[in-house]
């Protein structure tokens, strides 16, 4: 088996396909839910932001695999309808990867940003729920929102949301650990703005244990973490880079949230089939058309 596009719509929609209940039948519903769940995975790998340009390239490319290609807005309602169904199939491609069940959890956030002239804050949808925080990678403020992950090392994401960037990242944490299918006793990784006595004891409630790099103004030599905290900065890196995550183009907070989900349900689908395959599990660029 090839790794392209056509093998991973092929994989998730006889996935979504099997497992999926089938629906009242509708006059004006011309393609199931499975279908429309591998159309949102096939936009996020093909890193066609724009939802009206995506349909158009579908109808030229994927017309073999799609006999029937949604209207720009029959494609938004189903995609936002269906965004409980995206989010369980998430899971469901997620549990089917070794990293569902690692004892290594890695976490971190990184900026999403919104908007950025003051016209656009202050006339946008999102005024009332971004806000402005500061990004170290990037050296400057931005106006929107973090995203904060836990993934395993091999790619597969265990938990992610979205919050405001004024929001303390280690109460953030805990939420997502708590949110988070284990089975105790895993080790949680993250860097140095992960300290403090109270976050480590939450963890260690939580049934897990926090490891993180030594700061400055701590005694002694702390644990040499570079090779494996470089892990979750290379799986945020093919989410902005392969599957766009910085242009997801989304205007309300609804929309923001349902495209963040459709990119993790690519990342996770690929996953998934790469170790099907016997490929490293991030080599998402056979996938791409």
């Avoid at 973090?146 to 929001?167: E, M, N, Q, V, W």
Wanted: with cysteine; net charge positive.
């Amino acid at each position: 088996m090839h790794a392209d596009l056509d093998t991973l719509c092929t994989y998730v929609y006889c996935t979504a396909d099997d497992l999926l209940p089938e629906r009242t039948r509708n006059a004006k519903r011309r393609i199931t839910d499975a279908e429309v769940a591998t159309l949102c995975v096939a936009q996020a790998i093909t890193g066609v932001t724009s939802d009206r340009r995506f349909l158009a390239y579908a109808r030229t490319n994927l017309r073999h695999l799609f006999p029937e290609i949604p209207h720009q807005a029959g494609y938004y309602k189903r995609r936002r309808c269906l965004a409980g169904i995206l989010e369980w199939l998430l899971e469901l491609f997620a549990s089917k990867s070794p990293g569902f069940s690692d004892d290594l959890l890695l976490i971190d956030s990184t900026s999403v940003e919104c908007a950025r002239s003051r016209e656009t804050v202050m006339r946008s949808a999102l005024s009332d729920l971004a806000d402005c925080g500061y990004c170290a990678s990037h050296t400057r403020y931005f106006w929107g929102f973090r995203l904060h992950l836990i993934a395993a090392p091999d790619g597969t994401p265990r938990a992610f949301c979205l919050a405001s960037p004024k929001r303390d990242e280690r109460e953030v944490a805990l939420e997502l650990l708590a949110r988070c299918r284990r089975r105790g006793g895993e080790t949680l990784l993250g860097d140095k703005g992960y300290a403090g006595r109270e976050f480590a004891a939450g963890v260690e409630g939580l049934g897990a244990t926090m490891v993180r790099p030594k700061r400055q103004d701590e005694a002694g030599e702390g644990p040499h973490l570079a090779p494996i905290r470089q892990r979750i900065e290379s799986i945020f890196w093919t989410c902005k880079s392969t599957l766009t995550l910085e242009r997801h183009g989304g205007r309300t907070a609804e929309g923001i949230a349902e495209r963040i989900l459709q990119r993790f349900l690519c990342l996770a689908a690929c996953v998934s089939l790469n170790h099907e395959l016997g490929r490293p599990s991030r080599a998402l660029v056979d996938f791409c058309a």
